[in-house]
């Protein structure tokens, strides 16, 4: 099993930059991508910005030109690094991290961070 452990989540103003970790534990074999995905209430999950061991990235629409993915692959962590926050940004970060196993991908969860940007 893999756990993976949010940390930075927080309380920010509108404007401002925060920072969010993620260090992944446990059967970390096979790992292909990892990332991150926001929900605020009411809302479906969606993606941020996620990163594949190549490099390759892939951001979404309401993150580019703010938000920058990063990632320590021998540490096993990503960091998403949140600039000029606003209020929409307001949600619950899940860190995800996907493996290739011998029976297919294999996406793994972490609790999530809440982060609330206020005006």
């Known amino acids: 099993q893999v756990q993976l452990v949010e940390s930075g989540g927080g309380l920010v103003q509108a404007g401002e930059s925060l920072r969010l970790s993620c260090e992944a534990s446990g059967s970390t074999f096979g790992v292909t991508a990892m990332g991150w995905f926001r929900q605020a209430p009411g809302k479906q999950r969606e993606l941020v910005a996620i990163?594949?061991?190549?490099?390759?990235?892939t951001v979404g629409e309401s993150a580019k030109g703010r938000f920058a993915i990063s990632r320590d692959i021998a540490k096993n962590t990503v960091y998403l690094q949140m600039n000029g926050v606003k209020v929409g940004d307001s949600a619950v970060y899940y860190c995800?991290?996907?493996?290739?196993?011998?029976?297919?991908?294999?996406?793994?969860w972490g609790q999530g961070a809440q982060v609330t940007v206020g005006s």
């Open positions: 990163q594949s061991n190549n490099g390759q990235t």
């Open positions: 995800c991290m996907q493996r290739s196993l011998s029976h297919g991908l294999q996406a793994s």
